[in-house]
């Protein structure tokens, strides 16, 4: 499965972004964002099930918000009211119907205070 991610940069603290990953196949079992804050591990923001359950990490609860298009190829990450704390990495990731993981290349989203 490729992925091609895009739509991180620099916001302001408060401001919002959308990140969109693209996947060249639609039989995916998981779609979703992790991020890799500086000198932390890599760490799930959210995701969403093929059956379309959502799970967020508590830290961007009610701040972001994971979505997929109609043919379940591209998921969103909507993230609102950005804090520095939320500078960091971000990487698209995706799993199959045989639950094989698949990372896209990371986009960099940088919170000025």
């Known amino acids: 499965v490729q992925l091609q991610a895009s739509g991180g940069g620099l916001v302001q603290a408060g401001g919002s972004l959308r990140l969109s990953c693209e996947a060249s196949?639609?039989?995916?079992?998981?779609m979703g964002w992790y991020r890799q804050l500086p000198g932390g591990p890599r760490e799930m923001v959210a995701v969403?099930?093929?059956?379309?359950?959502?799970s967020y990490a508590d830290s961007v609860k009610s701040r972001f918000t994971i979505s997929r298009d109609s043919a379940k190829t591209t998921v969103y990450l909507q993230m609102n009211r950005l804090r520095p704390e939320d500078t960091g990495v971000y990487y698209c990731?995706?799993?199959?119907?045989?639950?094989?993981?698949?990372w896209g290349r990371g986009t960099q989203v940088t919170v000025s205070s």
């Open positions: 990731s995706v799993s199959d119907l045989a639950f094989r993981n698949y």
């Open positions: 196949q639609s039989s995916l079992a998981i």
């Open positions: 969403v099930s093929h059956g379309g359950d959502t």
